[in-house]
């Protein structure tokens, strides 16, 4: 019933469509191949063993359909092919598990490390001696052929009939004893089996090989979308990655992804993120993570080891949906592997594959063939600044209540334990809203190094506790003289203004007077935001210090810029540079 069986997932594909389910279940369906309808059961055949894990992730969705249809409950049952040298077909059943097709419907034969002896049956006659143990290594190279439910096989093929030979019962409780002895488990209901050389391998026979092709949880559970901390500096390019890590899958929309700024503000964060949301929620694309050195090694690697020269290289490489490659500054400058690069950036973009790159500049500024500079810029191209005071805060408030004091929970009381790890606990000390806020203040913006801070003025908080103290501004302040060069740099408005006047060549009567010409305001406003933002003064001080303009003045300068920095991500890189120039001279 072949063709029914395909008009029945032709007719749940029409019924998802119809509901708006997600639309990578329907891209999976319409990938996939109906093989047989009977009265109580649906079996098609995947694309991939990734997509049919996926599929029996959904099977209730499906099935519900299948009952919708069919008015009777029908089971799903998704198949994938084996290679033809292999010869045998692997089944993917309700339970999450795999069988091989046999003739009796609902038949099994589990095989595991323990050697399978087939009972004498009215079928085939005795053998006179007891047969050899057949196990998946000794295996002939010949195909097994198991014939499919109806019995139908092929009289030109070597095949073997696996037949039941035990109850239901017994199957489940030799199973159960498998998976104990061999300490296996399904993860997550989800399971992935090989077969090697014809040999069916149980469902839960080895969880590595599980873990490796259907990730249940991210390999790298911190650097997720969720954990990213995300405000005007940062908004852009986190609202682009999670837009290319949701349309993956597609081909139509979002090719490319750039993201660039200084190191540790948060990219390789993001290009984890997308990698772990991928892996999670998209198993069956082939995705390729690799950061500049891992490439440039893979690349020496394979150059050394080829040895046909019309084998392409990096293999892994092209053959992935994804591609994100993490700091390509260090790629581009060196000239053994750049080509090869310039190649494989081309080949994505032109087949309208996926790809993410993190670079410590633009484009522009990398030396990339003309072409590839082009196709990045009219993709998502995005700049991550360094953090403000306000975003500082964030990170620091973030990390420590969701990393810091979690941390700290979950070891050993102090004095309840005489665990070695017990002894020495120092860290999830109190930081107060003011702590926090003191910390944005006096360090610098890579925020890697905040979060060692941050773990830092806890642990000191602690200690402090133990003494009956508690931690003040003086504490912090040598704490962040020990992590940041300009942690106790005192920036005038002076050299706020100064700087300003230079950038945009404005002189400074012009700059806190009253004259209004277009380049002049703008001018008037960036340095209005900036000594609010970087100098220890209330907009009244501001204020004075710019023609004694009032508080309500300087407040609508600060909205002007909040408002362009939003909409202008090139002023955005502009007033980065002004506040590096401001450092540098203070």
């Known amino acids: 019933m072949e063709n029914e069986a395909q008009m029945i997932l032709d007719d749940t594909i029409s019924f998802c469509e119809r509901d708006g389910v997600d639309t990578r279940l329907v891209q999976m369906l319409r990938q996939s191949r109906g093989v047989t309808l009977t009265d109580t059961t649906l079996t098609i055949e995947a694309p991939s063993r990734f997509a049919g894990a996926a599929l029996m992730k959904q099977r209730a969705v499906i099935e519900r359909y299948l009952e919708e249809i069919a008015f009777a409950p029908v089971e799903l049952v998704v198949t994938t092919a084996l290679p033809a040298a292999e010869g045998v077909s692997r089944e993917t059943s309700a339970a999450g598990g795999t069988q091989a097709a046999a003739t009796n419907v609902g038949t099994t034969a589990p095989v595991a490390a323990a050697p399978v002896v087939t009972a004498p049956t009215a079928a085939a006659p005795v053998p006179a001696a007891p047969a050899p143990a057949v196990t998946a290594p000794t295996m002939p190279a010949p195909a097994i052929h198991i014939p499919s439910a109806d019995g139908a096989t092929s009289d030109a093929e070597t095949h073997v009939t696996v037949t039941n030979t035990i109850s239901s019962d017994d199957f489940k409780r030799l199973m159960s004893t498998m998976g104990q002895g061999g300490g296996a488990s399904r993860s997550n209901g989800n399971a992935a089996s090989g077969a090697t050389g014809g040999a069916v391998t149980s469902a839960s026979a080895s969880p590595a090989a599980s873990n490796d092709t259907y990730p249940a949880v991210p390999i790298n559970s911190k650097f997720t979308f969720e954990n990213f901390v995300y405000g005007d500096e940062n908004k852009h390019a986190y609202n682009s990655a999670v837009r290319f890590a949701v349309t993956a899958e597609d081909p139509g929309s979002y090719s490319s992804l750039f993201i660039y700024g200084k190191s540790g503000l948060g990219k390789t964060h993001l290009l984890l993120a997308i990698k772990n949301y991928l892996n999670e929620n998209c198993p069956h694309l082939k995705v390729k993570y690799a950061n500049s050195q891992a490439y440039i090694d893979d690349f020496i690697n394979e150059v050394a080891l080829q040895k046909d020269a019309h084998r392409a290289i990096l293999r892994d490489y092209h053959d992935a949906d994804?591609?994100?490659?993490?700091?390509?500054?260090?790629?581009?400058?060196?000239?053994?592997?750049?080509?090869?690069?310039?190649?494989?950036?081309?080949?994505f973009i032109r087949d309208n594959k996926k790809v993410a790159i993190a670079s410590d500049r633009a484009p522009k500024n990398l030396g990339m063939d003309e072409r590839l500079t082009s196709r990045f810029n009219a993709g998502m191209l995005c700049l991550v600044s360094e953090p403000g005071f306000e975003m500082k805060f964030m990170i620091l408030k973030h990390y420590y209540e969701n990393t810091v004091l979690p941390a700290a929970d979950s070891l050993p009381p102090a004095g309840g334990d005489t665990s070695l790890l017990s002894s020495?606990?120092?860290?999830?000390g109190h930081l107060t809203e003011e702590d926090l806020k003191h910390m944005a203040s006096v360090s610098g913006t890579n925020i890697r190094e905040l979060e060692s801070f941050c773990e830092r003025c806890a642990g000191e908080s602690f200690e402090r506790e133990q003494e009956g103290r508690t931690l003040t501004g003086d504490d912090i302040d040598r704490i962040a003289n020990e992590y940041f060069d300009a942690a106790h740099k005192k920036i005038s408005v002076e050299t706020v203004q100064k700087v300003v006047e230079d950038f945009y060549r404005v002189s400074h009567n012009d700059l806190i007077g009253p004259r209004r010409q277009a380049a002049i305001k703008n001018a008037r406003h960036v340095a209005v935001y900036l000594a609010l933002d970087m100098c220890e003064m209330t907009t009244s001080?501001?204020?004075?210090?710019f023609g004694g303009r009032d508080h309500t003045t300087v407040l609508h300068s600060v909205k002007v810029i909040e408002k362009r920095m939003k909409e202008d991500r090139a002023f955005v890189d502009d007033l980065q540079q002004l506040r590096n120039k401001i450092i540098l001279r203070s």
């Open 541 to 545: 001080m501001v204020g004075a210090a």
């Open 424 to 428: 020495i606990r120092t860290g999830g």
């Open 322 to 347: 994804v591609l994100i490659i993490d700091d390509i500054q260090n790629i581009i400058g060196k000239t053994a592997s750049i080509d090869n690069f310039f190649s494989l950036m081309d080949e």
